[in-house]
């Protein structure tokens, strides 16, 4: 029987999407103890995966931004807590960008004995089980099924009856009888300013979803209030800083499409099994981040000048690649997937 650590460090959407992955080391009937390590932007959407038994929250210093300090302390807060619960294994699931290195050598050092990643830089004793990028297996593949492979190399496989698909668990249900029976989200906010569709246009959308005789809900974060309150303006229902994740997984649940850019709610949506209209800017690739498992429709320039540099903040005057879509095709786009929506209910 074995006690194993499975780690993602960075956001939420990071951490929604390596949900299967988890379920697939979860469903192991060796696996007693089932621990996620998870970054503070993560931890709302830790909670909300079927699968572990418990949960530990550590900022990681390469990681996480704006960075906390890599000294003794901190490093030694993850190292005690490793040790006090004597993990047999640990897999460390990251992106592309991302090297499992730096966690391994802590994991290491705390007497974790088997070590599984996905590393490009030669990994010595530090990874049991390393696979190599590009090598072991494609780059260019959907960051849901990066992570079903890494845990795959350890020795965990999903079930025949779980489809591989986003899942969250545990919705809170207490908004529901203030919620219209049909609508439509937008949500407007990014915590990547570069990926974030250009406010007068999500503006434009609602006004003219509304004249279209759509009723639109519009969600956000505490800090996106402004933001949300100009995008919903008279003719939108405003949410913005109203519903924790778990209340907004509801909200999102039960709309027919959701609109939004590369950010947490559109895999959080991909988990309640919303179709999403994905204002997509390329400075990741949408083959790795497109919401995974649901319909989709994938708006904006893939080959504008920021392709690939996960810049943050548009490198490219105007952010052509996002303010290109205009709110005509986003409305055009909910209404195509407002009806597979459809369709595939009466299924």
């Known amino acids: 029987m074995r006690k194993v ?11 929604l999407v390596t949900g299967p992955a988890i379920r697939a080391v979860a469903a192991s009937p060796e696996v007693t103890q089932l621990t996620l390590l998870c970054g503070p932007q993560g931890r709302s959407a830790a909670e909300l995966l079927p699968g572990p038994t418990d949960l530990f929250t550590w900022a990681s210093p390469w990681t996480v931004v704006p960075a906390p300090s890599a000294d003794d302390f901190h490093i030694e807060i993850l190292k005690q807590f490793v040790k006090r619960e004597g993990f047999d294994e640990a897999i460390i699931f990251t992106s592309f960008h991302q090297s499992p290195l730096p966690l391994a050598l802590i994991l290491r050092m705390s007497g974790v004995k088997r070590i599984t990643g996905a590393s490009v830089d030669f990994a010595g004793s530090l990874l049991d089980v390393r696979l190599r990028p590009g090598e072991d297996f494609p780059e260019d593949q959907p960051e849901t099924e990066r992570a079903i492979g890494i845990a795959a190399a350890a020795g965990y496989r999903l079930p025949p009856d779980d489809d591989g698909r986003l899942r969250v668990s545990g919705l809170d249900t207490t908004l529901n009888s203030a919620l219209p029976d049909k609508y439509i989200v937008v949500h407007p906010g990014a915590a990547v300013p570069a990926r974030m569709w250009p406010p007068d246009r999500s503006t434009a959308a609602v006004e003219l979803l509304v004249r279209r005789g759509h009723q639109v809900i519009v969600t956000g974060g505490k800090g996106e209030t402004e933001l949300t309150a100009q995008v919903a303006g008279i003719h939108g229902i405003d949410m913005g800083g109203k519903t924790d994740l778990r209340q ?6 039960r709309a027919d499409v959701v609109v939004s850019g590369n950010t947490g709610p559109a895999h959080l949506a991909a988990a309640v099994g919303t179709p999403v209209v994905s204002l997509f800017s390329p400075v990741v690739p949408p083959i790795r981040w497109a919401p995974y498992g649901v319909p ?3 708006l904006g320039d893939q080959e504008a000048a920021c392709k690939n540099t996960r810049a943050r903040d548009c490198p490219v005057a105007g952010h052509p ?4 879509v205009t709110p005509t095709q986003v409305a055009d786009a909910v209404e195509r997937l407002q009806a597979t929506h459809l369709n595939m209910r009466k299924r």
């Open 296 to 298: 989709v429709e994938l």
């Open 248 to 253: 907004t997984a509801e909200v999102l649940a």
């Open 321 to 324: 690649c996002l303010a290109s």
């Open 5 to 15: 650590l499975v780690a993602r460090l960075d956001s939420a959407g990071d951490v």
